[in-house]
């Protein structure tokens, strides 16, 4: 290249030399100058750059990344090579790990078309190659990776350590791709601000412990779709542990904010002023733990979700739902938190919010149980409510009073509907509680003093759910092998000493969930069916 008046040799080579348009003139280049111009300003005149004297070939589409799906044509440029070579093209769906043929004995004249959904399933580092046959040295590969997309795609994320990884087959690396197992990244994050995440895409968070440096936020920009399917983050069946590592205002684990049609599955989240934050429509989240949140286990700002097989226990509400049109929450456990197990309120008159909770356990939280304030309906079913001191209640629904002298309904109004629920009060707990208009406290301290006020939990009954230990929620059976007990890891039996909540629930709903010689009719409570 000319410098200063001089010319003086780079220990590298612009692709924009001998790669314009064959057609264009190139006489006025100064030799060496391979017959053909420069790309640039340059071009065809006494200053352009001078050309390699060695045979060179050269990929140029998708050179620089970028996006590719359906069919395509790629093209390369080279030099000092006869038109009668003959070159193979080559893929990679693994950033240049593994290389799959697309074509051979291609002259080194033409292009290839290429059809990737014939010979390539989705990822985000695609690379493609050219050589020349019958001379390996001459090869070019695109220098940066490319997405294909035809389809879903999978990303991957791991800690330091491969002890029970499922997914991945190396340690997390932020400066990793994250596109396939062999380059996992280290963080969540990492990957929604590197990637754009479209509808059934997977992002696999692989068995162990991530100490979060900032909140996990999947908002709208990497959103699913109810018709081409969620963004699922799957954490390991061996135990994925993320760690937010502070309980300070404005912290979390996991946000689903303002991100609509997330799925994410098997994660246990801890610390964080909140430990799952959902604001966005169609979402699922399932065998999600939460521990140790400063505020709430979890937040639901929404309608249409559905929860299953959440635990939630240490934090001060394990649930707080503000507003929410039918929020399904099943087989989930709120337990030993400081405050409410689930604080249910819709502050706006004239509308009403509606959640479904169905194998429900609720259990020793330290002031309600089941919190309900202002225009919030709930159907509570085959579920245990255990309710532990004096002032605490298993229901229990605040007045709230409005502009204009409106005031909230309450559970005996239609906004509680009940049945085949084990509601046990203790200690000077009460079944359930309301204020009146006034602000007066009312209190129903049996079961059926609940429906005189309710006319619901017909068929409900209230005693002591003999739950394994304090511990320890599930159900104490005196059949063979009947209970299963965590501290244990398997199942055992306790002799003369079965549960009420055994065989409780509603005689119609499946019980085919649970294991052999179930009763033929479903359990109450978390681990029901």
């Not at 019958?134 to 070019?140: E, F």
């Not at 006020?453 to 394994?468: I, M, R, T």
Request: proline fraction near 4%; hydrophobic fraction near 35%.
């Amino acid at each position: 290249r000319l410098a200063d008046g001089s010319w003086a040799a780079d220990g590298v080579h612009s692709p924009c030399i001998d790669t314009a348009c064959p057609s264009l003139p190139w006489a006025n280049e100064p030799a060496p100058n391979g017959a053909r111009a420069n790309i640039g300003c340059h071009a065809n005149t006494a200053d352009a750059s001078k050309s390699r004297t060695n045979a060179w070939i050269l990929a140029t589409s998708f050179n620089n990344g970028g996006r590719l799906s359906g069919t395509t044509e790629v093209f390369w440029a080279y030099g000092n090579l006869s038109d009668t070579n003959r070159v193979r093209i080559d893929c990679s769906l693994d950033d240049g790990s593994t290389w799959q043929v697309l074509a051979s004995n291609v002259s080194v004249q033409a292009s290839q078309v290429w059809n990737t959904m014939l010979t390539a399933t989705s990822t985000p580092v695609a690379r493609w190659r050219v050589t020349v046959q019958g001379n390996a040295a001459l090869t070019d590969t695109t220098d940066r990776p490319f997405e294909l997309r035809n389809g879903p795609m999978n990303f991957y994320v791991n800690d330091s350590s491969l002890d029970g990884d499922v997914w991945c087959a190396a340690a997390g690396d932020d400066a990793n791709s994250g596109g396939y197992p062999g380059a996992p990244k280290a963080s969540v994050s990492a990957v929604i601000d590197t990637y754009d995440l479209e509808p059934g895409d997977t992002v696999y968070i692989d068995t162990g412990y991530y100490l979060l440096a900032t909140n996990i936020t999947v908002n709208y920009e990497d959103e699913g779709s109810q018709i081409y399917g969620p963004v699922t983050f799957k954490g390991s069946p061996n135990g994925t542990t993320l760690d937010r590592g502070t309980r300070n205002s404005g912290t979390w684990c996991f946000a689903g904010y303002y991100g609509r049609w997330l799925q994410a599955e098997n994660l246990l989240l801890t610390n964080g002023q909140d430990g799952l934050v959902v604001v966005g429509e169609g979402c699922v989240f399932s065998n999600i733990t939460v521990r140790n949140a400063a505020r709430y286990g979890v937040y639901v700002r929404t309608y249409t979700q559905k929860f299953y097989g959440l635990d939630v226990r240490g934090c001060q509400d394990g649930l707080n739902a503000t507003h929410g049109q039918g929020v399904d929450y099943e087989n989930c456990l709120f337990a030993w938190n400081s405050g409410d197990g689930a604080h249910l309120q819709y502050l706006s008159e004239g509308y009403i919010a509606y959640s479904r909770m169905n194998h429900y356990t609720f259990a020793y939280n330290g002031y309600k149980q089941i919190d309900m304030t202002g225009y919030y309906r709930l159907d509570l079913r085959n579920s245990i409510v255990v309710a532990s001191g004096s002032g605490n209640a298993c229901i229990y629904q605040f007045w709230q009073m409005w502009q204009g002298g409106h005031g909230s309904l309450w559970a005996g109004d239609g906004l509680y509907y009940g049945d085949y629920n084990l509601l046990y009060a203790e200690s000077g707990a009460t079944i359930g509680g309301n204020s009146d208009e006034g602000y007066t406290n009312h209190t129903y301290q049996t079961l059926a003093d609940w429906r005189a006020y309710s006319g619901q939990d017909a068929n409900s009954l209230s005693a002591e759910p003999k739950f394994v230990d304090g511990g320890d929620l599930h159900l104490r059976s005196a059949a063979a092998n009947g209970t299963y007990v965590t501290a244990l890891g398997g199942w055992t039996n306790f002799p003369g000493d079965n549960s009420p909540a055994i065989d409780a629930g509603c005689p119609t709903n499946p019980c085919t969930g649970e294991p052999q010689w179930d009763g033929d009719i479903v359990n109450a409570g978390a681990y029901g069916n």
